[in-house]
């Protein structure tokens, strides 16, 4: 088993969103695919380091795509029909299409619809079984206003990313027992987005 | 009736939530997929659900609108002709 390294990690809110610019198309996006572009950006650098057909993306999205799912079927009735552009982001899965197209990432994905509890160890597997050299995991959690009665959880608006690799030391060397995602990514003081 | 360009740029970039572009920096005769705009299919069909919303144009064949989604110039005599005999 060799060692594996967090080379890069970063969060980002809804704050991050409403002042954030990433080309054109990112207004299309729904608010997940907003949040897990914007936070895994600032591990591009690390990202080019590597060819990318041997990154790996892992996601969870706390609450799949419900907040889309919700926005759809409010619209369903709409005239002229529903928005193709909002049909496409009823896929949990979509941020991890938008991360590949922005960064060039074309190894194997994995996408859970729940917590994160799973997303490094699944990562883990993904670099101890050489299918990948590196690994972009990423976590959303977004509850929009019309969620908050569905689903009995707060609004919120967040996503973390964790770069994982086999060179370091990069921030840190991954341990055993420290595999909680949101927690390394809150105590590693992810820097913020610099526009 | 003809309709102007610049309004029709203006509810292409609301209808595609098009970011850091205004409708002045949209060419009236630009092609509005691949090279120039830069729009792909799911826009494609986003623009035939503005033309139903906002101008009443139902688009049921895709062959039918292709050579209207050349650029804003041939959307807006497509929109104009339409109009025209509706």
């Not at chain 1, 990690?9 to 080309?23: E, I, K, Y």
């Not at chain 1, 002229?80 to 552009?85: A, E, F, H, K, V």
């Not at chain 2, 949209?26 to 830069?38: K, N, Q, R, T, V």
């Not at chain 2, 986003?46 to 144009?57: D, P």
Request: aromatic share 4%; glycine share 8%; net charge negative.
């Amino acid at each position: 088993m060799s060692k594996l390294f967090i080379t890069a990690c970063s969060t980002a809110t809804r704050a991050d969103v409403a002042t954030a610019r990433l080309g054109n198309r990112f207004g299309r996006m729904d608010l997940a695919s907003q949040l897990a572009l914007l936070t895994v950006e600032p591990l591009a650098e690390q990202l080019r380091a590597i060819p990318g057909h041997r990154i790996a993306i892992v996601l969870a999205a706390r609450v799949g795509s419900l907040p889309t799912d919700v926005e759809y079927w409010k619209g369903r009735h709409a005239v002229g029909g529903l928005s193709p552009t909002l049909f496409t982001y009823t896929l949990p899965s979509a941020a991890i299409g938008e991360i590949a197209i922005r960064h060039g990432l074309t190894g194997p994905n994995l996408c859970f619809v729940g917590d994160s509890k799973d997303v490094l160890s699944e990562a883990v597997e993904l670099l101890q079984t050489d299918a990948a050299d590196g690994c972009v995991c990423v976590y959303t959690h977004v509850v929009s206003p019309d969620l908050t009665a569905m689903i009995s959880l707060p609004e919120t608006a967040q996503a973390g990313a964790i770069f994982l690799q086999r060179n370091g030391p990069g921030l840190m060397e991954l341990g055993e027992n420290r595999r909680d995602m949101e927690s390394l990514c809150a105590n590693l003081r992810a820097p913020k987005l610099t526009k | 009736m003809a309709i102007a360009t610049t309004e029709l740029k203006a509810q292409i970039i609301e209808s595609l939530n098009l970011q850091d572009i205004t409708p002045d920096q949209i060419e009236d005769d630009a092609p509005l997929f691949g090279a120039g705009l830069g729009l792909d299919s799911i826009d494609a069909l986003e623009l035939v659900v503005m033309l139903e919303k906002n101008y009443g144009i139902v688009i049921k064949d895709i062959e039918e609108g292709r050579p209207a989604f050349r650029s804003v110039r041939t959307l807006a005599e497509f929109i104009a002709a339409r109009r025209s005999t509706s």
